[in-house]
């Protein structure tokens, strides 16, 4: 397991960003995980689409270069791409948020979501913590450009530290990204949740559209939407109990609530 805990806008996007598609430039980011034999990753112009992707590089680092982990960056385009503008998907989002029950006061985990669903989460929703989870490098530089009070890590969803716990609200936007078992997702949320803490699972296109994602794109989409009575029993495992369960065939919405006692 590999992660990165991203510092402010100001370090970070001029390094991303400043670039041409005639060059390879070093990714430099302050906090590093020690690592064995680490390589120089590089960041490189596509011309299949928005996301750029991260290239290793087999020779040693100039003197004064951070060398980070070998790491490639999967296309994550498809998550922009089903976030379609018409009022009926701006329903489905709010449906979703509404459902987190967010105050002011609360600590906020978004886990494998699109921009377009943080930037409405910033918007609508002020919060005490906004922490955004993801697999994705050029996401997580894309949303602290925008946003430099949002915090960023990079790594997957189990392994996320406990400095920002307790979480109150959990958003598991593309839970079919995530290559672990359910049980140990709720294992691992239930040690880092509040207690009344409430994790909403969601695919606002629906068990048709992530049956057509995880054909195309079979090397991140890895599982499928779990069912009410699966759902029920991981749930009831792991002291959370299945307030809210919708599964249309343009909507899929979980909402769990945290009733461990402290």
Known sequence: ????????????????????????????????????????????????????????????????????????????S??????????????????????GEISESSKVLVSFSSEAFVDRLVESSPSQLLLIVHDSLFVLACVKEKY????CWQGELIYVPEKWSPLDVVFLYFLPALPFELDEVFK?????????????????????????????????????????????TVAKKHSFELTQFVDEQGLYLAVLKSSKQI
């Open 1 to 76: 397991m590999h992660s990165l805990s991203f510092p402010s806008s100001s370090a970070l996007i001029p390094s991303l960003f400043a670039f041409d598609s005639s060059r390879l430039l070093s990714f430099q980011p302050k906090k590093l995980l020690p690592l064995q034999s680490p390589k120089l990753v590089s960041l490189s112009q596509s011309n299949v689409s928005r996301y750029r992707a991260f290239s290793v590089s087999s020779t040693s680092p100039p003197e004064g270069t951070v060398s980070v982990v070998d790491f490639h960056e999967k296309d994550w």
């Open 78 to 99: 498809f998550l922009e791409s089903m976030e379609i503008e018409s009022a009926e998907h701006r329903q489905k989002i709010e449906k979703i948020i509404t459902a």
């Open 148 to 151: 430099d009070k949002v915090s």
């Open 188 to 232: 691992q949320l239930s040690q880092r949740c509040s207690s009344g803490a409430r994790v909403v699972i969601s695919h606002p296109q629906g068990r048709e559209g992530l049956k057509q994602q995880r054909k195309e794109f079979s090397d991140v989409v890895v599982s499928d939407l779990p069912d009410d009575s699966t759902l029920r």
